[in-house]
């Protein structure tokens, strides 16, 4: 082979290998992570959430912190003693980021209605409660995500929840 050929022959294997390193997906910097919590200690649910008040018990808090920008998606649940008593109960249940009060109504709100110990049925103890909440184009920094519970007014009956466990997956990039 001569001189010119060899040279050519080695251009070709050279851009061939920069290709290919150029293929290979480089390290992500961004946040691809998840965690969660959980407790099994009863708690008493005493608070009242309506129009006029925004007060919520707080069941579970997360920690969570972001090196990048991210989308969190979180999914929380609990378990809720039926209080009994003979008058019907209502309450709620929400997931929120960096809020204690975040309002009625949100998307990731659940209600548990007309629970009590109806005597003309044969009433669940224990009813269960879940919700997803997806966060789009989370800030980076510092964020505490919290499954939070309420009466729905201050007539209903203190409630028990038994168990609570919430989960919450950082990912980059946004929405598909």
Request: glycine fraction near 6%.
């Amino acid at each position: 082979m001569t001189l010119s050929k060899e040279r050519a022959c080695a251009h070709v294997l050279l851009r061939a290998a920069i290709a290919a390193i150029a293929l290979i997906p480089a390290a992500s910097f961004a946040d691809t992570a998840g965690g969660g919590t959980g407790t099994i200690t009863d708690f008493p649910m005493t608070k009242t959430v309506d129009e006029d008040t925004d007060i919520w018990d707080i069941l579970l808090v997360k920690d969570v912190t972001l090196a990048t920008k991210s989308t969190l998606v979180v999914t929380a649940c609990s378990d809720v003693d039926n209080p009994g008593g003979s008058v019907a109960n209502t309450y709620h249940f929400v997931i929120s980021k960096d809020d204690t009060s975040p309002g009625l109504n949100t998307n990731s709100e659940r209600t548990i209605d007309d629970f009590y110990d109806d005597p003309n049925k044969d009433d669940a103890d224990v009813v269960h409660v879940c919700s997803t909440q997806f966060f789009a184009n989370v800030a980076a920094g510092s964020h505490k995500i919290r499954w939070l519970g309420s009466k729905a007014n201050s007539s209903m009956a203190d409630v028990t929840i038994e168990d609570s466990s919430m989960t919450v997956e950082a990912f980059d990039g946004g929405p598909l």
